[in-house]
């Protein structure tokens, strides 16, 4: 299995266009391309302008097929109208040399990941808006991945899907940096997401693998692009949270 997560920024008065074409326009095209097994949108809790698009594939060439034959620009056009204008400004002559303010538009940074362990998706939830998604981002010494795979896969893994609330859990690996690793979980609420850590299961799991850790950085469903963002470590953790706006399996 192998993950696409696309950052967006919407312009504020264009953020309910935005929920309302990815459910009505890129959802059910999603649904038609071949290897995709899963869409979401996620927005930001706190900064309603910050989106994230969530896509699950069967494997990196089915991804990557999506991308080369056009499908991820042509689905991306039609939501490029409602995203933000960049922070930073380019300045231009015009032809009679006068200076001229251009405003750019933020392109979509896109991450990929490849899905190393993946439980069935639990049955749609009756309302699916109040879904909540945390993500883990962990940097770890070199060569400590596989060892923390192994402690994942017989303790934490079966520990999240008894806990209360959670629907979903996976470890991605980056496709292009072997030392980095995001953990996800779904949640049916995000007051579950909360006790998760209120009641200690999470520092617990995190107290245990620590030790092969260099760095680790908390979102829920940030991807950390906010300027001058400094680097996180497991004694500064920074929390966000995202609720999912629409998503669909199409297992």
């Not at 919407?10 to 391309?33: A, D, F, G």
């Not at 309603?48 to 699950?56: A, G, H, Q, W, Y």
């Not at 494997?59 to 080369?68: I, Q």
């Not at 760095?215 to 999912?244: C, H, I, N």
Request: with cysteine; hydrophobic share 35%.
């Amino acid at each position: 299995m192998f993950m696409r997560l696309v950052q967006l920024k919407v312009r504020p008065h264009s953020i309910s266009q935005m929920k309302s074409s990815y459910e009505k326009e890129i959802v059910p095209e999603l649904e038609k391309v071949d290897g995709c097994r899963f869409a979401s949108l996620a927005q930001n809790a706190t900064q309603p302008d910050e989106f994230i698009s969530l896509t699950l594939w069967e494997s990196p060439d089915a991804a990557d097929r999506y991308v080369r034959d056009g499908t991820y620009a042509r689905l991306l056009d039609k939501v490029t109208a409602y995203f933000a204008t960049a922070t930073e400004w380019k300045v231009q002559l015009t032809a009679d040399q006068t200076l001229e303010y251009v405003e750019t538009v933020e392109e979509p940074e896109v991450k990929a990941y490849h899905v190393s362990s993946i439980p069935q998706l639990s049955p749609p939830a009756e309302n699916p808006e109040t879904l909540y998604v945390r993500v883990l981002s962990l940097r770890f010494k070199s060569g400590k991945m596989d060892e923390f795979k192994r402690i994942y896969q017989s303790k934490i893994l079966p520990l999240l899907q008894i806990t209360k609330g959670c629907r979903y859990a996976c470890l991605t690996e980056n496709a292009n940096d072997e030392d980095e690793a995001i953990s996800m979980t779904i949640w049916n609420s995000k007051s579950d997401a909360d006790e998760y850590e209120l009641n200690g299961t999470f520092f617990s799991l995190l107290h245990d693998v620590g030790y092969l850790l260099s760095e680790l950085y908390q979102w829920k469903m940030a991807l950390g692009r906010e300027p001058g963002r400094k680097t996180v470590s497991s004694e500064d953790l920074s929390v966000k949270g995202f609720s999912v706006v629409t998503g669909r399996s199409f297992i």
